[in-house]
């Protein structure tokens, strides 16, 4: 049973920096990002195959970063200028080579003054 554990969620100022890291317990094709702020649905916030392929949601282009390190099977979010519509429960996603979905149990990252 695949597992996914998140964790690097908090508190930041507008403007501030936040970086989460998602472990999986073995490896998987791609790994994701995606957010789900209280009375929304769940949407995505960017994603990575395991060559390196990336896509992003048009809202974090150019402030968040996706990376992955295949040898330690985690991916990173670096979360740049945070702004109060950030604020969400972030999911790690992880898809497998034969398209199965697994979820992680979420962070909450709060931005606000």
């Known amino acids: 049973q695949m597992q996914l554990v998140e964790s690097g969620g908090g508190l930041v100022q507008p403007g501030g920096s936040l970086r989460l890291s998602c472990v999986a317990s073995?490896?998987?094709?791609?790994m994701g990002w995606y957010r789900q702020a209280p009375g929304t649905q769940r949407e995505l916030v960017a994603t990575?195959?395991?060559?390196?392929?990336?896509n992003y949601a048009d809202s974090v282009k150019g402030r968040f970063t996706i990376s992955r390190d295949n040898a330690k099977n985690t991916v990173y979010l670096q979360m740049n200028s945070l702004k109060p519509e950030d604020t969400a429960v972030y999911y790690c996603e992880g898809t497998s080579y034969n398209g199965v979905y697994y979820w992680g149990q979420g962070t909450q990252v709060t931005v606000s003054s």
């Open positions: 990575i195959t395991n060559l390196g392929g990336t």
């Open positions: 073995r490896s998987i094709f791609r």
